[in-house]
T-cell receptor, first 114, second 116 residues
Framework: KAGVTQTPRYLIKTRGQQVTLSCSPISGHRSVSWYQQTPGQGLQFLFEYFSETQRNKGNFPGRFSGRQFSNSRSEMNVSTLELGDSALYLCASSLEWQPNTEAFFGQGTRLTVV | GEDVEQSLFLSVREGDSSVINCTYT??????LYWYKQEPGAGLQLLTYIFSNMDMKQDQRLTVLLNKKDKHLSLRIADTQTGDSAIYFCAESTVSYSGAGSYQLTFGKGTKLSVIP
């Protein structure tokens, strides 16, 4: 079966712009989580969606937002981009977001802000 | 707050065993995980262990958990060049915003280099 698909794979944006990243989970999975990976901070949790509802949010400013559609696809948006937003953004999907449920990660979207 | 720590680098010779160590702080963690990340790829779940277990073995992988010291280790037997990657330790933590949600808190990753 198809894995988690993230688009685009690479993105270059200018400071002040906004960006939208997309994640298509594995068919049947209803939970989607987003993580930011940077060399300095490592992997940090952004948010988690389940059945179109945001259930959990990490410690990120309000410029970071997301949503989930009825088909479980999810998007995350970053407005007013800053240089520090340059990172690999990873999406994970699972049937249910419970601690013993395997989360499958996509290959990520590498965002570069210049 | 939650914190997961692991050493940044490990170098071993092909055929030897690799041991990657991790310490965590959240005593309420129910599951602890090991993920592998190869260059240009996402994260691959290798194995996980429930917090009331001491050990879990899965083919070449052995996970040891010392809950008293909050110490987790991953042993890879007969390490191969294909095992070269970054290994992340992670713990599941409960969302304090409720709604029955968990999140993964990751360490910074240990880069394993296997020398042929």
């Amino acid at each position: 079966k198809a894995g988690v698909t993230q688009t685009p794979r690479y993105l270059i944006k200018t400071r002040g712009q906004q960006v939208t990243l997309s994640c298509s989970p594995i068919s049947g999975h209803r939970s989607v989580s987003w993580y930011q990976q940077t060399p300095g901070q490592g992997l940090q949790f952004l948010f988690e969606y389940f059945s179109e509802t945001q259930r959990n949010k990490g410690n990120f400013p309000g410029r970071f937002s997301g949503r989930q559609f009825s088909n479980s696809r999810s998007e995350m948006n970053v407005s007013t981009l800053e240089l520090g937003d340059s990172a690999l953004y990873l999406c994970a999907s699972s049937l249910e977001w419970q601690p013993n449920t395997e989360a499958f990660f996509g290959q990520g979207t590498r965002l570069t802000v210049v | 707050g939650e914190d997961v720590e692991q050493s940044l680098f490990l170098s071993v010779r092909e055929g030897d065993s690799s041991v990657i160590n991790c310490t965590y702080t959240d005593s309420s963690s129910t599951y602890l995980y090991w993920y592998k990340q190869e260059p240009g790829a996402g994260l691959q779940l290798l194995t996980y262990i429930f917090s009331n277990m001491d050990m879990k073995q899965d083919q070449r992988l052995t996970v040891l958990l010392n809950k008293k010291d909050k110490h987790l280790s991953l042993r890879i037997a007969d390490t191969q060049t294909g095992d070269s990657a970054i290994y992340f330790c992670a713990e599941s933590t409960v969302s304090y915003s409720g709604a029955g949600s968990y999140q993964l808190t990751f360490g910074k990753g240990t880069k394993l280099s296997v020398i042929p």
